[in-house]
């Protein structure tokens, strides 16, 4: 069975910032990652994807994200963070082939961003 | 193009009552999924439509939850008799037939009191 670990339920950081959101899973078969980002009052959207090819990943709004195999992990990290990146962001994975297909994500992560 | 639709955005309910969930995927989207967050924890999967058929109902939890998806578009999620366990945020997904990214909506809120 799949699972995702987010290490750090909360994250607290000054605004300018470099910022990373750790992410590890574990999984029998091969996966696709996700990061998807929950402002205020507004569903989830998807940040940026790891399919295949290049293990950076670069997604909406500077954040990017590396897929380490060795170490099962796809961690989010953005330079300089504002103050409009305080969100809740979730790391999600699904099996190969099965694009599209059900999630399995982890307990997410607060982004507090201040001033 | 509108996304995901859900309704009621929030909903209050006595232990015992039935409440019914409502999702309009993205037109012309087959696959549709409902999610269920419970306060504090992982986002779960509960199923999967492909048109008007369950693909995967997986994560449902129990036989008080009953899904429907009429003529392979909007999609209802009725709780029956609900419980305070039942409290949450649920959210519903789709994504195009060949797979690809998922859409979310903005989810219900569900307070079972």
């Known amino acids: 069975a799949q699972s995702v670990t987010q290490l750090d339920s909360q994250v607290p950081v000054f605004e300018e910032a470099p910022v990373e959101l750790r992410c590890n899973y574990s999984?029998?078969?091969?996966?696709?990652l996700f990061w998807y980002v929950q402002y205020p009052n507004q569903g989830l959207q998807l940040l940026l994807k790891?399919?295949?090819?290049?293990?950076l990943v670069k997604g909406i709004n500077g954040f990017e994200a590396e897929f380490n195999k060795s170490q099962t992990s796809f961690h989010l990290r953005k330079p300089s963070v504002h103050i409009s990146d305080t969100a809740e962001y979730f790391c999600?994975?699904?099996?190969?082939?099965?694009?599209?297909?059900?999630?399995?994500f982890g307990a997410g992560t607060i982004l507090r961003v201040k001033s | 193009e509108a996304g995901v639709t859900q309704f009621p955005s929030h909903s209050v309910i006595e232990k015992g009552q039935t409440v019914t969930l409502r999702c309009d995927p993205i037109?012309?989207?087959?696959?549709l999924y409902w999610y269920r967050r419970v306060m504090g924890k992982e986002i779960k999967f509960l199923l999967h439509?492909?048109?008007?058929?369950?693909?995967?109902e997986s994560g449902m939890p129990n036989n008080r939850f009953l899904a429907e998806r009429t003529g392979g578009t909007y999609s209802t999620l009725k709780v029956q008799p609900a419980e305070l366990e039942d409290s949450g945020v649920y959210f519903c997904?789709?994504?195009?037939?060949?797979?690809?990214?998922?859409?979310f909506g903005q989810g219900t809120r569900l307070t079972v009191v």
């Open positions: 997904a789709s994504s195009p037939a060949a797979g690809g990214e998922a859409f």
């Open positions: 999600a994975v699904s099996d190969v082939g099965l694009y599209g297909n059900k999630l399995v």
């Open positions: 999984s029998s078969v091969s996966v696709y």
């Open positions: 790891y399919l295949s090819g290049s293990t």
């Open positions: 037109s012309g989207h087959d696959n």
């Open positions: 439509f492909v048109k008007e058929s369950k693909q995967d």
